[in-house]
């Protein structure tokens, strides 16, 4: 197996889905991308790494590629935008050999296929653990990419789906929630819609509720009052508070904006800027989320 | 050391060096960019990893910053293009401290504000290794980039400066050569004049000059007759014929196109396609560069 060969590989399995904007993928110094007119990109990197997202006992190789991808996706996702082109930069150890390599690059593409999201190129290198860094990048009418920073107060807040799922399976090593630990899916349409509705900020949950939240409340200085925890079924409280890769997204939005009941949940609503950030049964909540420095 | 603090910290350390491309840098989902009308825009990612790009005895914290950075502003180098913004995913063990992130981000950073590339945002995560990969933007104008595909018979070819430092450096373990492996420059400045003197094809030298040569023949299909190889004084053939990490640029141009003395040395010429890719001494050179699964 040479790099070469590698490349080659790899060029052929990501064929020539490009699309539009790829002007060259892979096989070049970089890859370039003509801009479509009166659209912004947004660019987001995200790791995965042995021992500290995944392990190659639980994921398989196919497991391994399509998280990497998924966790990046997510962040466009957050953004309101639609998936335009990805990098990957993957280590891993050689012993384990073209099989896993088929089996890693099968579970990105075939999650870079469902949201039409173009392999533009990346980095290779043998190492003793595997390591994916991933970067996104998508695209929005200039100017409408939806912020963190945007919540006012008044603003409801909403999340779009039940949580708490990934964690649970982790605590708990079910088999029922496995697939949202090994398989997030991110919600790719969900985030474009909410930009066509009109939403006032936006953040995609993958370090908990209570740490996400947090940081809307940071970036809009604003605070906001939890009232109502979506737990999925079997799911605990503290769970669905502070647990991680959820990858639904939250959100805030005027009161006098109609989301329909399809798209989401209300939970609770923003006030202005208190001593706290985030409120809960008339307590200050403190952020405990996924924090990757606590 | 909290994500959220760091997070302040490397954005406060960033400042506000943006400049007109980047809408939104640090501190949301995704950074937002706004691409200039009429430009292409070129993207390239570099892994610099602990044990295998550097290790932390013999590279500085602000070494591993500054060479994470120069690997991926190489590429930006070799497509003719002007530095626009990056994107850092960071691993690193925490016990390493304060002290040395920020003398990591000063390497960085500094490099940085040197070909006015503005760091955009990232990725962050506590790991045992330090682990960095580098995701670098470059635009030029539209149809411009220069390709590695573009060398034809008849062309000359040249490289931009005398090669094998680095690699003398790292087997004779020189002082003298030390910067070239520590503080590698990306000829930025030079890609974008190459593009302007309407070279036909250019990569960067960062696995050694036999590989990166044989790269080029492969993508223009074409062969090359390397006539003379520009070793810098001490350097051995052999280390600069297939040392990696010289970061200089090697191109092609047609006979009739004048290339000015200071910009590159010429160094053979490209033939129709041969048995093999690249002859040196009336044989065939096997490329014998850097491969990273060789």
Same mark, same amino acid.
């Given at each position: 197996?040479?790099?070469?060969?590698?490349?080659?590989?790899?060029?052929? !399995?990501?064929?020539?889905?490009? &699309?539009?904007?790829?002007?060259?993928?892979?096989?070049?110094?970089?890859?370039?991308?003509?801009?479509?007119?009166?659209?912004?990109? *947004?660019?987001?990197?995200?790791?995965?790494?042995?021992?500290?997202?995944?392990?190659?006992?639980?994921?398989?190789?196919?497991?391994?590629?399509?998280?990497? /991808? @998924?966790?990046?996706?997510?962040?466009?996702?957050?953004?309101?935008?639609?998936?335009?082109?990805?990098?990957?930069?993957?280590?891993?150890? !050689?012993?384990?050999?073209?099989?896993?390599?088929?089996?890693?690059?099968? &579970?990105?593409?075939?999650?870079?296929?469902?949201?039409?999201?173009?392999?533009?190129?990346?980095?290779?290198?043998?190492?003793?653990?595997?390591?994916?860094?991933?970067?996104?990048?998508?695209?929005?009418?200039?100017?409408?990419? /939806?912020?963190?920073?945007?919540?006012?107060?008044?603003?409801?807040?909403?999340?779009?789906?039940? /949580?708490?799922?990934?964690?649970?399976?982790? @605590?708990?090593?079910?088999?029922?929630?496995?697939?949202?630990?090994?398989?997030?899916?991110?919600?790719?349409?969900?985030?474009?819609?909410?930009?066509?509705?009109?939403?006032?900020?936006?953040?995609?949950?993958?370090?908990?509720?209570?740490?996400?939240?947090?940081?809307?409340? !940071?970036?809009?200085?604003?605070?906001?009052?939890?009232?109502?925890?979506?737990?999925?079924?079997?799911?605990?409280?503290?769970?669905?508070?502070? &647990?991680?890769?959820?990858? !639904?997204?939250?959100?805030?939005?005027?009161?006098?904006?109609?989301?329909?009941?399809?798209?989401?949940?209300?939970?609770?609503?923003?006030?202005?800027?208190?001593?706290?950030? *985030?409120?809960?049964?008339?307590?200050?909540?403190?952020?405990?989320?996924?924090?990757?420095? @606590?």
């Amino acid at each position: 197996m040479s790099e070469l060969d590698l490349i080659a590989a790899i060029r052929k !399995q990501a064929g020539s889905s490009g &699309g539009r904007a790829l002007i060259r993928g892979i096989g070049d110094d970089c890859a370039i991308v003509r801009p479509k007119l009166g659209h912004d990109l *947004v660019y987001t990197s995200d790791m995965a790494l042995e021992g500290r997202h995944f392990t190659l006992d639980t994921h398989s190789a196919a497991d391994v590629g399509h998280k990497a /991808l @998924a966790r990046s996706l997510s962040d466009l996702a957050a953004m309101g935008s639609k998936p335009v082109f990805f990098l990957v930069s993957l280590a891993f150890p !050689q012993r384990l050999g073209k099989r896993w390599l088929n089996g890693f690059y099968r &579970g990105l593409l075939t999650l870079a296929e469902q949201h039409r999201i173009a392999l533009a190129g990346g980095d290779l290198a043998n190492y003793d653990r595997v390591l994916v860094d991933v970067t996104c990048s998508g695209e929005v009418p200039a100017g409408t990419a /939806l912020l963190r920073s945007g919540a006012k107060p008044g603003d409801v807040l909403y999340v779009t789906g039940l /949580l708490g799922r990934a964690a649970h399976a982790l @605590a708990a090593d079910l088999r029922r929630y496995r697939k949202f630990q090994l398989r997030p899916e991110p919600q790719v349409e969900l985030g474009q819609r909410l930009r066509k509705l009109g939403v006032s900020s936006c953040i995609d949950l993958s370090d908990g509720l209570s740490l996400d939240l947090h940081r809307i409340c !940071q970036e809009s200085k604003v605070s906001a009052i939890l009232e109502h925890v979506p737990a999925a079924s079997a799911v605990t409280e503290e769970e669905a508070l502070h &647990g991680g890769e959820d990858y !639904q997204l939250l959100f805030t939005a005027p009161k006098t904006k109609r989301i329909p009941a399809d798209v989401a949940i209300p939970i609770g609503q923003m006030v202005p800027r208190g001593k706290s950030s *985030v409120y809960y049964r008339d307590r200050p909540l403190t952020p405990a989320g996924f924090d990757h420095f @606590a």
